[in-house]
């Protein structure tokens, strides 16, 4: 859904016109949120690095603002064991032991450029996009609006829905039974 279609369906849940500039600002408000509250909300990329014990590397993930988790042979690597940090445009990360890892990282959207894009989000998530915007317009002549808190609170209870279907549907896909051989 891009962002025109979420401001559409938001101008029907608030009853008031939203302005282009306002829509772009909350949608990339909504995409903070959902992606510091759900890694599954983000964007994800991976990169498998090769590293020597307390040497930096450069990671060479475009978006630095992420969350990073890293595996080593398939198992989750304990974050004690590796730092990260940022040497001016670049992230780099160094590891306590030597091997091949892979870097996992939860980028957040980032603003979209115009409306006619849509979000860099996971697409489960957008209609609790729509309830955002929703609720932030009805925010912004009263805090106390009951419609906006309502709106708000649909926003959180999709964002949860949305959450639970990914992490259903991936447990699911991880676990296709074998057929039998006759």
């Known amino acids: 859904m891009n ?3 979420i401001r ?3 101008q029907l849940d608030a009853g008031r016109k939203i302005d282009t500039l306002q ?6 408000e909504a995409c903070e949120k959902l992606s510091v509250a759900y890694l ?3 964007i994800t990329a991976q990169k498998t690095i090769t590293a020597e014990p307390e040497k930096w590397v450069e990671v060479g993930i475009d978006n630095n603002r992420g969350v990073y988790k890293v595996t080593k042979n398939g198992r ?3 974050a004690a064991y ?3 940090k940022l040497e001016g445009e670049k992230t780099v990360i ?3 032991d030597k091997g091949e890892f892979t870097v996992h990282a939860y980028v957040p959207a980032p603003i979209l450029p115009s409306l006619s894009v849509a979000p860099q989000l996971n697409p489960a998530y957008h209609q609790a996009l729509v309830k955002y915007v929703a609720a932030k317009k009805r925010f912004a002549t009263n805090r106390r609006d009951p419609v906006g808190m ?3 609170a649909e926003f959180y209870r999709l964002a949860d829905d949305a959450d639970d279907t990914i992490k259903r549907m991936k447990k699911k896909n991880a676990r296709i039974p074998a057929r039998p051989f006759r």
Do not use: P, Q
């Open 94 to 96: 160094k590891f306590a």
């Open 8 to 10: 559409d369906l938001a």
């Open 150 to 152: 309502d709106l708000m």
């Open 82 to 84: 590796y730092s990260v």
């Open 40 to 42: 599954t909300a983000c």
């Open 76 to 78: 989750e690597y304990d």
């Open 23 to 28: 829509c772009r600002l909350w949608i990339y």
């Open 3 to 5: 962002g025109i279609r």
